[in-house]
């Protein structure tokens, strides 16, 4: 035997099987743990394709590796070997020249039926190897993530001032809200007064002639409706704004956010928990609006970046700037503020060059995401038109 095949023969092999559909957090968690034991040499990732099975899949098995790819290649793990299978996990494991089969136990549903597949896998000489799970993903399945999207939910967890915890990687949210919502979410971000309104207002009708359908979804609007008493969401923030601002922002049953919105631009603190009270409503009518909503959603966001919201709509932005004289003028003239008002109202917001640093740093982390970057006073609608053409949805064929 040559010294290849004899180190072929001599390597720790093991199999992680699953469906990945889709491959999700705790898949992750139990990929990540495995290898990082230094126990394999080799850790194949296998999923299945299903052609014996009676299970019926969402993403065909060639959408289900390459997902698995994406989401796993973050992570840098050089022993690990993504691939379907059809058949037996056995026979796969067989011709893997792996004896160690990887299994994810989740909490208190999975011992009872992983130990009979242990033991019905000894028979081929075939180990079990359990990474049992953890708190914060004991309960989640591909069929937990599939529920929540057709109830028209979004895949994360998400508080005001925090980092947003995904239930998934960003490839797999876009991907289930495209196969079931039908609809592709990009966030449209820029500096105060850089025209990003006008440009979302413009593309979506330029867009829907080109037979893109494509949906304005102006954040600063949504949120000016929650001050007016024919909303849902008024009682709750009426009375929470009455106690931050004092009676001056509210009278009448009617909430004026020409007292408060001079103070926010200068108290931190204050922003910060007016943020909090708006965030539950806007959360909501976001998740309608992508409920009611299909092809392209502009979520049109001045501050994306600064509230840390990329993962809203899955690392696609596209960021608006224009000459920062003419800004400034335009903020001032809309307004009704002088030069000293607009400095202290858009301090809170990063320059347009930090934005860009911010994006294209969470796109690199991630491996995942759409930019675009456009001057308003000079936009190129033919270029977008045929950029959004070219990358939405993800997967063409469904």
């Not at 956010?257 to 108290?267: H, K, L, S």
Request: contains cysteine; hydrophobic residues 35%; charged residues 25%.
């Amino acid at each position: 035997m040559n010294s290849y095949f004899g180190d072929k023969m001599k390597q720790k092999n093991a199999v992680y099987a699953l469906s990945a559909d889709p491959i999700h957090k705790g898949h992750l968690y139990n990929i990540e743990t495995a290898a990082k034991t230094e126990l394999f040499d080799n850790i194949y990732v296998a999923i299945a394709a299903g052609g014996n099975s009676s299970k019926k899949y969402m993403f065909s098995p060639e959408e289900r590796v390459w997902l698995a790819k994406k989401t796993i290649a973050p992570l840098d793990l050089d022993n690990v070997i993504i691939e379907s299978f059809s058949g037996m996990m056995a026979h796969y494991a067989y011709e893997r020249n792996a004896k160690t089969l990887i299994r994810g136990s989740r909490i208190g549903s999975d011992f009872e039926y992983e130990q009979k597949l242990a033991e019905y896998n000894q028979k081929y000489g075939l180990i079990t190897f359990v990474v049992p799970s953890i708190k914060e993903i004991g309960d989640l399945s591909s069929t937990f993530l599939k529920e929540i999207i057709k109830s028209g939910g979004l895949l994360l967890d998400h508080k005001p001032g925090s980092q947003p915890i995904n239930h998934t990687h960003v490839t797999v949210k876009q991907a289930l809200e495209e196969r079931v919502q039908n609809v592709s979410l990009i966030g449209v971000t820029g500096n105060m007064g850089a025209g990003k309104t006008t440009y979302c207002a413009e593309l979506e009708k330029v867009g829907r002639a080109a037979g893109l359908d494509i949906t304005h979804y102006d954040v600063d609007k949504k949120v000016h409706g929650f001050y007016r008493s024919d909303s849902p969401a008024f009682l709750n923030v009426y009375e929470q704004i009455k106690n931050l601002f004092g009676i001056d922002a509210c009278q009448s049953d009617q909430i004026n956010r020409e007292i408060f919105a001079p103070i926010v631009w200068g108290d931190e603190e204050k922003r910060n928990k007016l943020n909090k009270i708006l965030f539950e409503p806007y959360l909501i009518e976001f998740e309608k609006t992508i409920a009611n909503n299909q092809g392209i959603v502009l979520f049109d966001a001045a501050y994306l970046v600064e509230y840390q919201m990329m993962d809203w709509v899955n690392n696609n932005v596209i960021l608006v700037r224009c000459d920062e004289k003419e800004r400034s003028k335009r903020v001032m003239n809309r307004d009704g503020i002088n030069l000293d008002e607009f400095n202290k109202k858009t301090k809170i917001q990063l320059f347009s060059e930090e934005q860009k640093k911010e994006i294209l740093r969470k796109q690199e982390k991630d491996q995942h995401g759409f930019f675009y970057e456009v001057d308003s006073q000079k936009p190129n609608f033919e270029e977008i038109i045929s950029l959004l053409k070219k990358n939405f949805p993800m997967f063409k064929n469904k």
